[in-house]
């Protein structure tokens, strides 16, 4: 693809050989003269300047010299022109025929089902979905149309899955929430009988797991995104476009709002609220019942403001100095109290 075509794809103005022809995308030290890559912003300037790629993507405000395309968001800018440049692979639709289809199934147009896939009864695909290798889905399923389920992907019944939904390999949607009871010397299972509800353009990472809630439902709102290995426990909310990375665990009922960033390795405890535009910093430990309000910055376990995070780090790191003044002191007072008895 030429690069003023790929300019105006995208929308925006280039610099330099627009009729140079890009074959490939790179990172900054692999990208070769046919390569496009991109500057996300001017700290990486001097890696820029000593890149061979044939076209960056770069800030608006990136020096002249070479073959560029000038975007007000280049990350953005650059993963819309992977897309455009290596598109996915295409779909092969029809039904492999070690696939276990019930006949109360309602597959939709240009669906794809892979090998010893099974869909149970009443479930519904639509339209331009891919079913990988090995899925499992159960009864009275949705599928939104354009929607990819990777290998051994597993929906038990009673599940909607959105439009445009990614679900990467190994991860389980719909498993029983941790729901016990005491009951005497020995634990009772709580009926978890509720459902799980995936919205639009949703991605959630291999080996995910997404309980369905004990009664009512489990909810992962549009656009929202969850990394590998994320544990979403029953009746928990998540908003919209709410980005989640690997290794973190929401307790039963945690609600978080729209927006929300949390990092990775972040425990959350039973029926805390994570409000709009919050931030948890990587290994966060938040209380149950706790309340982040609206645009905090929180770091540490038990989870604090940043700033007071901050504070408390610079303190720890002072007490072995702290330590060694407190014996000089204690040395002096031992000293004067021999001189003046």
């Known amino acids: ?102 006949p109360q199934a309602e597959i939709g147009e240009n669906v794809e089902i892979g090998p010893h ?94 309980d369905r809630a004990a009664l009512g439902a489990t909810r992962i709102g549009e656009g929202t995104k969850l990394d590998n290995m994320v544990h979403v426990g029953h009746n928990c909310r998540i908003g919209r476009h709410v980005v989640v990375a690997a290794q973190t665990g929401f307790s039963g009922g945690v609600v978080v709002d729209d927006y929300a960033v949390i990092g990775g390795q972040v425990g959350i405890g039973d029926k805390a609220r994570i409000e709009s535009h919050a931030v948890l910093g990587s290994g966060c430990g938040i209380l149950t019942s706790k309340i982040v309000r609206a645009g905090q910055v929180m770091w540490g376990t038990p989870a604090r403001p940043l700033k007071q995070h901050l504070e408390q780090l610079a303190n720890l790191a002072r007490l072995p100095e702290m330590r060694h003044e407190l014996a000089d002191l204690k040395r002096r007072l031992a000293e004067l109290t021999k001189v003046n008895p």
């Not at 030429?2 to 995308?25: C, I, P, Q, S, Y």
């Not at 890559?37 to 800030?59: K, Y």
């Not at 405000?61 to 975007?71: D, N």
């Not at 929906?155 to 939904?165: A, K, L, Q, R």
Request: with cysteine.
């Open 1 to 102: 693809m030429r690069v003023r075509e790929l300019a105006e794809w995208l929308g925006a103005t280039f610099e330099g050989d627009g009729e140079k022809e890009l074959t490939g995308v790179q990172s900054l030290e692999s990208a070769g003269g046919q390569d496009l890559s991109f500057v996300s912003s001017m700290r990486a300037l001097g890696q820029a300047e000593a890149s061979a790629a044939g076209c960056l993507i770069v800030p608006v405000e990136f020096p002249p010299g070479r073959t560029v395309i000038r975007a007000n968001a280049p990350r953005t800018a650059f993963a819309r022109a992977v897309s455009r440049m290596i598109p996915p692979p295409p779909r092969q639709p029809g039904i492999d025929p070690t696939a276990v289809v019930s």
């Open 117 to 210: 896939a099974s869909i149970g009864e009443g479930t519904r695909i639509e339209s331009d979905c891919r079913i990988g290798a090995g899925c499992a889905i159960g009864r009275r399923v949705v599928v939104g149309h354009h929607s990819v389920l990777h290998a051994h992907v597993t929906i038990y019944d009673d599940v909607d899955v959105g439009s445009h939904v990614i679900l990467h390999a190994g991860s389980v949607i719909g498993a029983d929430g941790f729901g016990f009871v005491l009951d005497g010397e020995r634990y009772q299972k709580f009926p978890q009988i509720g459902r799980v509800e995936i919205g639009d353009h949703v991605e959630i990472g291999a080996n995910s797991c997404v």
